[in-house]
């Protein structure tokens, strides 16, 4: 049984930095894709990274390109995300997601992950 548990989120001024953690227990997870995914209030959840873990390939939304870094930690089985320059438009609520299918250009569809945790909000305020 795959679990996944985000951490990291808060309250920050624009122009700041934040890391999210998403620690995550199960099986190996090697072959696995994992992503990060946002919901802001009123708006559909979108993609924001997705990281294969067993290669290291990564994929980040244009919104977010340039300003984040996706990374994993085989030893201590997390997935991170880096973000610089915050703006109030990044503020929602972060899952991190989960699924045991390799690498493709569905990675940025949240409808293929099978596995989510519960969220973390983060809120950038001016």
């Known amino acids: 049984q795959v679990q996944l548990l985000e951490s990291g989120g808060g309250s920050v001024q624009a122009g700041a930095t934040l890391r999210l953690s998403c620690s995550a227990s199960?099986?190996?997870?090697?072959?696995?894709?994992m992503g990060w995914f946002r919901q802001a209030p009123g708006k559909e959840r979108e993609f924001v990274a997705a990281?294969?873990?067993?290669?290291?390939?990564?994929h980040y939304a244009d919104s977010v390109k340039g300003r984040s870094a996706i990374s994993r930690d085989n030893v201590k089985n997390t997935v991170d995300l880096q973000m610089i320059s915050l703006s109030p438009e990044d503020t929602a609520v972060y899952y991190c997601a989960a699924v045991a299918a390799g690498w493709g250009p569905w990675i940025t569809s949240s409808y293929k992950y099978n596995y989510w945790g519960p969220g973390t909000q983060v809120t950038v305020s001016l």
């Open positions: 199960g099986p190996t997870f090697s072959g696995y894709a």
């Open positions: 990281i294969n873990w067993s290669r290291g390939d990564t």
